[in-house]
């Protein structure tokens, strides 16, 4: 029932944007015609990342079992469930909200909140401008950087745990 609810809300509130979207041309034809060039723009940009974010969540679906997931990202995880985490956060790219359904998706198979947590942090980490950081930042400060946000991704996923439970 509720995913119907949900369903029904998007659908409504699709409606409403169509709608403002009719009106709005009907007084400013070309301002909507520029938004709708920006929303396509955009659209084109994040095409491909969520090509490859609906790949992972179907290969996901398809070989990877909530006795899967709560195995190596669940209670009994351990270290393997905080280093998986990590590794993910920081290999993950693109847009962040492109990521939240299939994080949703891990957590109702099992996946623990501090890990979900761990992971968003450590998406701070990107290692395509870390050349750059080197660069203007030096060596030594980067590594104590990262050194530092890994370990405080744990701290904060430890926090969220000890909140929720």
Not at 88 to 109: D, F, M, N, V
Not at 112 to 127: P, Q, T
């Amino acid at each position: 029932m509720k995913r119907k609810k949900e369903i029904s809300y998007g659908l409504y509130f699709l409606g409403l944007v169509l709608l403002l979207y009719l009106v709005l041309y009907l007084l400013e034809p070309a301002s909507i015609q520029k938004a709708l060039r920006a929303s396509g723009e955009v659209l084109v940009t994040i095409a491909p990342i969520l090509v490859i974010i609906i790949g992972f969540m179907v290969l996901l679906n398809y070989f990877i079992t909530p006795k899967t997931v709560s195995k190596y990202m669940g209670q009994g995880s351990g270290v393997k469930g905080w280093l998986l985490a990590i590794t993910s956060g920081i290999l993950s790219h693109g847009p962040i909200y492109i990521w939240y359904p299939l994080l949703q998706e891990l957590r109702e198979a099992g996946m623990r909140s501090g890990l979900v947590a761990a992971f968003l942090y450590n998406r701070a980490i990107k290692l395509p401008l870390l050349p750059l950081m080197i660069y203007y930042f030096g060596t030594m400060f980067v590594a104590v950087l990262l050194v530092y946000m890994v370990i405080v991704s744990v701290i904060e996923g430890k926090l969220i745990e000890f909140i929720e439970s």
